[in-house]
């Protein structure tokens, strides 16, 4: 079970165990509030915000396209219905034949964000009633051996990625793919961005205490790392979560490009300008 945070290098992660044949086909398969039985909008990135410039962009009209209904529409699918199940344990049921590889090995990816919604829609189930959160996991998941956390050293960059995503939908680019729109309609936001890395940093401080309370000991991957040795990250995970692989691990070349670019590079520096200059005690 991969653990990740929204723009950590998880689908790269994910696509490189994919891709080796023997480490389970991982994708995020639980991404649903227990609450609308739907993936996240734009607007549940920003909730339990402290800051009235987040409260001031959610209301923008000029902001409608991105966190109003065109976005997401409220009759769009629930999860369930695009899974084609109706209860819980079907879900799981299918999750677990489809991302199972022949040789037994299972892969998932579950974001802190919605961990808490799966945790809870599992406990009502019977396979993890009864089960204590440390117990969920093991309980819907066959022989869980270990944990995978995937985090990004730069939680700026990675709140940089994520309000592009938000904007522009795109949320992976491959190779071949039409780059698409580069810029000319979006928008810098510091408030949005400092939200976006605070609730990162609080998401992975989360992980944390899950692992530490629940006497896990997960295989730890580092963003910058895996993009430094690709190769090398996943055999290093394919080995430390015990997989065995008699012939040595096939690693394919990531299909996936990075999608940060110049635009990005001027949101970081920007962001940082107005962070110093708050933390002297100036204006935004
Ligand atoms: N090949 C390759 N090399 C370097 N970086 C890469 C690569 N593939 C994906 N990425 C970068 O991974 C970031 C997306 O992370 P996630 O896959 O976790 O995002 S998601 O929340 O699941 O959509 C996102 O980071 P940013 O570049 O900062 O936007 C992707 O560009
Ligand atoms: O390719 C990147 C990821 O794309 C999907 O997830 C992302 O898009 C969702 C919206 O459709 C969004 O709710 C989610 O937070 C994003 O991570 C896909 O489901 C992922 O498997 C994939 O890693």
């Known amino acids: 079970m991969i653990c990740a945070t929204p723009r950590s290098g998880s689908t790269l992660l ?5 891709g080796t044949g023997i480490a389970g086909r991982p994708e995020e398969h639980f991404q649903m509030l227990q609450e609308t039985g739907r993936p996240r909008r734009p607007g549940d990135y920003f909730q339990r915000s402290n800051d009235p410039d987040v409260w001031v962009l959610l209301d923008d ?5 991105v966190f109003g209904e065109e976005r997401r529409p409220a009759n769009e699918p629930t999860w369930m219905e695009v899974w084609g199940v109706s209860r819980f344990e079907e879900l799981l049921d299918r999750v677990v034949a489809e991302a199972t590889t022949p040789n037994g090995v299972f892969g998932t990816k579950i974001m802190w964000a919605y961990f808490r919604d799966f945790v809870r829609l599992a406990r009502r189930s019977r396979r993890a009633h009864g089960a204590s959160p440390c117990e969920v996991p093991g309980a819907v998941f066959p022989n869980l051996r270990r944990y995978v956390w995937i985090r990004r050293r730069d ?8 309000w592009r995503a ?32 605070l609730r990162i940093d609080e998401h992975n401080a989360a992980w944390q205490r899950f692992f ?4 896990a000991d997960p295989v730890e991957v580092v963003y910058e790392d895996l993009v430094r040795d690709y190769e090398g990250t996943i055999v290093r995970v394919v080995d430390e979560v015990g997989i065995p692989a008699p012939e040595g691990v096939r690693v394919l070349r990531p299909r996936m490009k990075r999608q940060s670019d110049g635009l990005s590079e001027e949101w970081v520096r920007r962001y940082a300008e107005i962070r110093g200059a708050v933390s002297a005690g100036g204006e935004r």
């Open 14 to 18: 994910c696509e490189g165990l994919r």
């Open 61 to 65: 009209p000029g902001f409608r396209d």
């Open 155 to 162: 939680t700026v960059r990675q709140a940089v990625s994520l």
């Open 166 to 197: 938000l904007q522009t939908w795109r949320w992976r680019q491959d190779a071949d793919d039409d780059p698409g729109e580069r810029g000319e309609r979006l928008r810098f936001s510091f408030a949005a961005i400092d939200h976006l890395r």
């Open 212 to 215: 530490r309370r629940c006497g």
